[in-house]
């Protein structure tokens, strides 16, 4: 009876569609594993699409080379370890989430996932049927059962499995990161050991697909939850783990354990590595913003230059008649201090031309917020030339407080292919910006270190100088008082009164809540940008465009 079993654990990065870079990057993988006397080498859930694939995976040729290039790995790994790969399988018709084991040259056995996400990102009830309940597969001598990511969320699968035979458990993931996730997944895995009394390997995926990131931190229980082997997060690694058997079974020799950053540091590495692999699985090895001298593009500027270096980032400053010295200065600050490309483009003269033209049809009409808009959608024209001219993607830079209550204008500063601050409020913001003023990790920032925006630029009041002494609190709340209410009503669906019981001014709040409704038009046509809670705006909260629903608790 084998004594000892060692598993190499590949935490990859996958591409959705990309099948023959993900075959190869699975075969790499298992040449590692071979090279270190692997007797099995597992790879995350549905490796062999990229994750998440939505409808993508229903289209018949696709799943079909899915899973021929899972046979075509089998018959080239036929010589050493298994190989254990996620990927779409279709039995008597229908589409199943499975994950394939491989050995001798063919697929020896296929899990078919149970329990089916239907929250928040996740939509595969309408994707796949639903396996059954099964045991677990055969490597050698050994019997391993694999809930497939939500199955372990659940008591029954494991449960099944332990009574079956298995006698260790591989859950092979495709968990996206939101903010504090690896606690609630270490918590969650602990139950089913504690449960089964079976060791548990939690593999997971790394890597950036539209607005979700998938941050790895594959980790390895022993039975009681005693944590075993921790991988980093983020990071793409191959690592090794060692089981021995002994009189109570099977147990893994405790092996590194890498450190977990904060959740200031995660969020912010979430979302560098999300427009890192954005830009580089679009194509785009390039990007521009507007540089307003403000917080918000100074921390997307920042982003960019740390996830795509500054030679790669053109920072353009637009300036109107309304845009003040102090930010002409902090603008060019920031960008010397990141060491990027800076551009100076006045929009004085093409207003002007647009303002005549409409002269006519505008007379005897006041001023109002279409002259301001109309200078916010002079910057997003000429900013999207320069990118179809250059060939840069445009970064967004509104923060989450301004797409809740649409403080932002439609095809105008909302233009551009990706916003990396898409789910990070105003608050969290100005925090994010002492944070890297103050961190540097030079292992994934491709930026300078050191003081990168001043502390001017976080400390003014905000503005977006579209008219004479603009401040945003002329229009909404303080930041501070804006923030607490959009965390109750959008992160915690909480109502009118509920807020009002919390302390907060009743008016205020109704007035937040109809901003929030009436902005849902623009938010389905905003830029996508990194997932960094369970309620982003896009797959997680999806509302009506049309909607006269008020709360009645609003009084």
């Known amino acids: 009876m084998t004594d000892k079993f060692r598993l190499t654990l590949a935490q990859l990065n996958p591409t959705v569609g990309d099948i023959d870079s993900n075959a190869a990057k699975a ?23 990229g994750y998440n694939t939505q409808d993508l995976v229903m289209k018949q040729v696709f799943h079909e080379t899915a899973i021929a290039a899972v046979e075509a790995l ?12 996620g990927g779409p399988a279709v039995e008597n018709g229908h589409l199943y989430n499975g994950y394939y084991i491989c050995k001798g040259g063919r697929i020896v056995s296929t899990v078919l996932k149970h329990h089916l996400p239907n929250e928040t990102v996740f939509d595969e009830v309408r994707l796949f049927d639903s396996g059954p309940l099964g045991g677990p597969y055969a490597v050698g001598n050994v019997r391993i059962g694999s809930p497939i990511c939500e199955d372990a969320w659940h008591e029954d699968v494991a449960e099944t499995l332990a009574e079956t035979g298995a006698e260790f458990l591989l859950v092979p993931n495709g968990s996206p990161y939101f903010r504090n996730k690896i606690e609630v997944r270490q918590n969650m895995m602990v139950a089913r050991v504690v449960e089964t009394g079976l060791p548990l390997v939690y593999l997971n995926m790394v890597g950036g697909q539209d607005d979700q990131v998938f941050d790895g931190g594959s980790f390895v229980l ?3 939850g005693e944590l075993a082997l921790q991988l980093p997060v983020f990071d793409a690694v191959i690592a090794h783990v060692d089981f021995e058997r002994g009189p109570e079974g099977w147990r893994a020799v405790p092996g590194d354990k890498a450190h977990l950053p904060d959740a200031c540091e995660q969020d912010y590495r979430c979302m560098v590595e999300a427009l890192r692999d954005y830009c580089g699985k679009t194509g785009f090895s390039k990007v521009l913003l507007g540089l307003s001298g403000g917080v918000d593009s100074a921390i997307v500027a920042t982003i960019a230059c740390d996830a795509l270096g500054p030679e790669n980032v053109r920072c353009v400053m637009l300036p109107s008649e309304y845009t003040s010295e102090a930010s002409l200065e902090d603008a060019e600050a920031v960008v010397k201090a990141l060491g990027c490309r800076y551009d100076y483009v006045p929009i004085a003269k093409g207003r002007a031309a647009i303002t005549e033209s409409l002269a006519p049809l ?7 917020i279409t002259e301001e808009n109309i200078q916010s959608r002079l910057r997003g024209l000429l900013l999207m030339a320069m990118s179809n001219k250059f060939g840069e993607m445009l970064l967004t830079t509104g923060n989450k407080s301004e797409v809740a209550v649409g403080y932002a204008t439609i095809y105008g500063d909302m233009a551009g292919g990706y916003n990396p601050i898409k789910d990070l409020y105003k608050t969290r913001v100005f925090e994010t910006c002492r944070w890297r003023n103050t961190n540097h990790r030079p292992e994934w920032m491709k930026g300078p270190a050191g003081e990168v925006i001043p502390v001017r630029v976080i400390d003014k009041p905000p503005s977006a100088e579209l008219r004479e002494d603009q401040r945003d609190e002329d229009s909404l709340p303080p930041y501070e008082v804006l923030d ?27 007035r937040v809540e109809h901003l929030l409704y009436i902005s849902e038009y623009k938010r389905f046509q905003s830029a996508p940008g990194a997932r960094l809670t369970p309620r982003s705006f896009w797959l997680d909260r999806r509302y009506p465009i049309v909607n006269r629903w008020r709360d009645p608790s609003a009084g």
Do not use: Q, Y
């Not at 075969?27 to 699409?49: H, K, N, Q, S, Y």
């Not at 505008?362 to 109002?368: N, P, Q, W």
């Not at 965390?487 to 909480?494: H, K, R, S």
């Open 484 to 510: 607490a209410i959009l965390e109750m009503l959008v992160d915690g669906d909480a109502s009118v009164a509920e807020c009002v019981a919390a302390g907060f001014d009743r008016d205020t709040v109704k």
């Open 222 to 224: 022993n039975p009681h």
């Open 74 to 85: 089998a018959r080239d790994c036929a010589e050493g370890p298994a190989l254990a790969i």
């Open 362 to 368: 505008f007379e005897g009409r006041a001023a109002d």
């Open 27 to 49: 075969r790499a993988a298992w040449e590692a594993g071979c090279a270190a006397g692997a007797d099995l080498v597992a790879l995350p859930e549905m490796f062999i699409t």
